[in-house]
């Protein structure tokens, strides 16, 4: 600058430095700024000659002048104007078009909800992201990434030819950098380019709050779906139910069953509906969607193609949840979602070393580093998003991709304990989680707040019986005994997962499917046993595109599942006191390990059910049983009657308690108990 120079012209060196991408501060350069003889405007515009400002109405207030060839414009203008009211217009050679300014633009927020932004009640989703919004005026997307050791970071995409020096965003505190960009539509593909703390470029970023990605990797600005229709009824009864002492029978599907990639948005609709009709027939209390085993690919860490921020939500299921949601809540059916951000390495959403060092990942190792309040906060933002912006009724929790355990089990405890607080009508449940003990215990007693957890051993057990090779052996009899002795070291859900009976050529490698008969004992068996109920889908083999036409007639198999899914719920002793010691009493036989019976007890005035279990090949023609009671008990169900599938009809509906004592019991019942069998009978009163 020469002395003759106005005071408000820029140095050479400033102006290279924005041109060049160097700068980390271009809100204090580029825009409007008020001198004392009236506001200079500062513009980078590649490629333009000229460069005009015009009012919002096209009136010139001005022409700005070159001062690189690079394209970097500067001027004063003298006319009163709104320091924010103006729009570019360029030209080169006989090409003219209009641009917006990005640093005309205000901050979006206070720096006080900056502040509050990684709370646990704050909507952090609403706040970083891509999000379509209008600020002063101007319709646009407000974009906003948390990257604290970056030293300058831009928004690049479609919108600037992905032009790093272009729109170079503003730093706010705590580490967020924020850009509002004027024009951008809904579908735009972008990235961040982040320069690490020593100015040093970084691999284009993706965005964590991405909700949906292209398969470059880049992040596609789009909103997250709009305000389901409220169902009041299913909500009133929602946050009355204590879901503890109610029958809860979830349908769990694979997600690939409910929508595949080439799905189309109408099939999409069209199938959760078909799947709600389904659940509602067979009587199940909600439906769980599973995340694949691997929910996302190890590929190259930048160019990690699932959104970040909805992972299991990619493609069609963002757009189509909603409606399952809707027409499952007008069913009374609750949905339940893998929550499947924290069982996902942040390498494999393209997170690793994000701003140039360890940012949402431990400094050494893999995994989510929860002990970063930020990043805690991150993922419980995620379980937020899920149960607020769709209406969620329950997450389930899988496996944790923490590696250091009592930072997972502090991040678990704080979670669950915020979301019973702030969403006392949800569930929780306790997949696949690497904890052994506690995981329905009371956070303030030392547990980890689950509202149930998921007994990983009971498929297993039971399948050491009901598999045709294993009847005898005695590891399957302690597997099982262990199964009981357990019963009640949390609030259970008894996860059916296995074959279906398919032939030997259809079977995948390794896998042992249960016979028919030992499929149906198996769902007796945990429909009679103490804890909630879960199914399975493939279980089933129900992925028959039949299933979804409008005319079905349910397989002998699926009528035992609404038959069991019926008596659950019309006999409270069967899920009243589900989880309590004090609703169940066992009785043991001697004669065959194979067998296995047990009363379900309810409150006062609840009839007791007796349920009687033959896991083995035998047949046993007369079977005493011990009862408490005398009188009638009525056979309500037999998992071989014939229009199960079975080959044994009952010979008598109803037996008269006699007073023999047996099993400790001052009453008897004599049985005929079939191979691979459940019994339940209720007791109808003294007769």
């Not at 850009?179 to 690490?196: E, K, M, N, Q, S």
């Not at 929508?259 to 027939?281: F, K, M, Q, Y």
């Not at 509906?653 to 339940?680: I, K, Q």
Request: glycine share 8%.
């Amino acid at each position: 600058m020469s002395s003759s120079d106005p005071p408000w012209r820029l140095d050479d060196q400033t102006i290279t430095a924005i041109i060049e991408g160097r700068h980390g501060d271009p809100f204090a350069v580029l825009g409007p700024h008020g001198v004392e003889d009236g506001t200079v405007v500062r513009a980078f515009a590649p490629g333009a000659e000229r460069l005009e400002v015009r009012a919002l109405d096209g009136t010139l207030l001005g022409e700005l002048a070159r001062r690189h060839e690079a394209g970097f414009f500067e001027g004063l203008l003298t006319e009163p104007s709104p320091l924010s009211a103006y729009r570019l217009r360029a030209r080169r050679g006989p090409w003219w078009w209009d641009l917006e300014d990005p640093y005309r633009f205000e901050p979006i927020g206070k720096e006080a909800e900056l502040a509050q932004l990684w709370d646990a009640p704050a909507r952090a989703w609403e706040r970083l992201g891509a999000r379509l919004c209008v600020h002063q005026g101007t319709v646009g997307v407000a974009f906003a990434v948390w990257a604290p050791r970056a030293s300058r970071v831009a928004v690049v995409g479609d919108f600037n030819g992905w032009d790093p020096r272009t729109h170079v965003m503003r730093r706010r505190r705590h580490g967020i950098w924020e850009l509002f960009v004027p024009g951008v539509p809904a579908g735009t593909r972008y990235r961040f380019a982040i320069c690490d703390e020593a100015g040093r470029a970084l691999p284009l970023r993706g965005d964590p709050f991405a909700l949906a990605t292209e398969a470059e990797g880049a992040a596609v600005v789009r909103m997250p779906p709009g305000p389901l229709r409220q169902d009041a009824q299913w909500r009133a009864s929602r946050a009355r139910d204590r879901l503890r002492a109610r029958p809860v029978a979830v349908l769990e599907l694979p997600l690939a069953i409910w929508l595949t990639p080439e799905i189309s948005g109408a099939e999409a609709v069209a199938r959760s509906r078909a799947i709600v009709a389904i659940a509602r027939e067979l009587g199940f209390s909600h439906l769980a969607l599973r995340a694949p085993d691997r929910q996302v690919p190890q590929r190259e860490a930048t160019r990690a193609t699932a959104p970040a921020f909805a992972p299991l939500l990619s493609g069609a299921a963002l757009d189509a949840l909603p409606f399952l949601v809707e027409a499952a809540h007008a069913a009374s059916v609750g949905v339940v979602l893998d929550f499947c951000l924290p069982s996902v390495d942040p390498a494999e959403l393209g997170l690793a070393r994000f701003d140039g060092a360890p940012l949402f990942e431990p400094a050494h190792g893999r995994g989510w580093d929860v002990s970063r309040s930020e990043v805690a906060r991150y993922l419980a933002a995620n379980a937020r998003f899920l149960l607020k912006v769709f209406d969620l009724d329950g997450l389930r929790f899988g496996e944790l991709a923490i590696a250091e355990e009592d930072a997972a089990s502090r991040f678990v405890r704080a979670l669950t304990d915020a979301l019973a607080r702030d969403f006392p009508d949800r569930i929780t449940i306790a997949g696949t989680v690497p904890f052994a003990r506690g995981l329905t215990r009371a956070t303030a007693l030392g547990g980890l707040g689950f509202t149930f957890a998921e007994n990983r051993d009971f498929t297993s057990a039971l399948a050491a019986f009901l598999t045709r090779d294993a009847a005898d052996c005695p590891s399957a009899t302690s597997a099982l005994a262990l199964l009981r002795a357990h019963a009640f070291a949390e609030q259970f859900v008894l996860p059916l997962r296995f074959s279906a009976p398919t032939g030997a050529a259809e079977r995948k490698a390794g896998e042992r499917a249960f016979s028919s008969e030992g499929l149906r004992a198996a769902l007796g068996y945990a429909w009679g046993h103490p804890g909630k109920k879960l199914l399975a889908w493939d279980s089933l083999d129900a992925a028959d595109p039949a299933l979804f036409t409008e005319s079905r007639e349910h397989p002998p198999l699926l009528r035992l599942i609404a038959a069991l899914n019926r008596l659950y719920c019309d006999f409270p002793a069967l899920h009243r006191l589900d989880g309590d010691p004090g609703g169940h009493s066992w009785i043991h036989f001697e004669e065959d390990p194979a067998l296995a019976a047990w009363l379900r007890l309810g409150q006062p005035g609840d009839a007791p059910v007796l349920v009687v279990a033959n896991l083995g090949a035998r047949h046993h023609g007369a079977l005493a049983v011990g009862v408490p009671c005398a009188g009638l008990w009525r056979l309500i169900l037999s998992t071989q009657a014939c229009e199960f599938g079975g080959a044994f009809e009952p010979t008598a509906s109803e037996l008269r308690a006699e007073p023999e004592p047996r099993h400790g019991r001052p009453f008897s019942l004599t049985l005929d108990l079939p191979p691979r069998t459940v019994l339940f009978l209720a007791w109808d009163g003294m007769g």
